[in-house]
């Protein structure tokens, strides 16, 4: 079935640095990805997303890259802060009616000082 | 303020005793839906609502109902809760043709 495999699981970086997280997904025909940001005891919130017509996003210090052919998309988060510790998740949309939102399972990022 | 709420944010049960764990939207926004949370494991969609009375499974329906009679509402009915339902479940909604979802608090549920 549909999947979106989210790597790694756990990232630590010191601040300033930047940090990437990659996803790659199963269906060709999926057209828009979403990265969602999730404090600790917080409900996810969307940070940035992409459509497939687009190759790259940027949101000051958040980009976005996606890679059609190669069905993969990684975030990049330059100039890492502390606040940006958090669990990241990726998504795909794998339905024409864009009812199914497959996760993948989450990225520790933690940022030290 | 438009929001997404949920009630209870806690709640611990006891196996077999339904409960309901209600979501209301007041953005006015067709899509519902209901997800779980596990450790490593990420959030898996349970059911969601494209419109009032229109529901349909996601990937993890077994041992949940839902309904949506109001476009508002969309309550998640545990008839019988056993332990593997425990876990921290989020409601999530979106206006039909914006694919960005919006999150509710989440609820936290152990089933004993």
């Known amino acids: 079935g549909e999947n979106v495999e989210q790597h790694p699981s756990t990232l630590s970086v010191q601040e300033g640095d930047s940090a990437v997280i990659k996803c790659t997904y199963s269906?060709?025909?999926?057209?828009?990805f979403p990265w969602y940001k999730q404090e600790l005891g917080k409900r996810p919130q969307l940070i940035i997303d992409?459509?497939?017509?687009?190759g790259e996003k940027k949101d000051q210090r958040i980009a976005v890259t996606l890679n059609k052919t190669a069905k993969h998309f990684s975030l990049h988060i330059t100039e890492t802060q502390p606040e940006d510790s958090a669990v990241y998740f990726c998504a795909a949309i794998f339905n024409q009616a864009g009812t199914a939102l497959i996760f993948g399972k989450g990225t520790t990022l933690s940022v030290s000082s | 303020e438009a929001q997404v709420t949920q009630n209870p944010r806690y709640l611990i049960t006891v196996t077999g005793k339904k409960l309901t764990v209600t979501c209301s939207q007041n953005m006015n926004h067709e899509y519902m839906s209901w997800y779980r949370q596990d450790p490593g494991l990420g959030l898996r969609q349970i059911y969601y609502s494209m419109n009032v009375e229109v529901t349909d499974k996601g990937d993890v329906p077994e041992g949940y109902k839902v309904s949506r009679k109001e476009k508002r509402n969309f309550p998640l009915i545990l008839e019988s809760p056993s332990p593997n339902q425990t876990s921290l479940y989020f409601c999530?909604?979106?206006?039909?043709?914006?694919?960005?979802?919006?999150f509710g608090p989440g609820t936290r549920l152990t089933v004993l």
């Open positions: 992409i459509r497939s017509n687009v």
């Open positions: 999530a909604s979106r206006l039909q043709g914006n694919d960005e979802q919006f």
């Open positions: 269906d060709s025909a999926s057209n828009y």
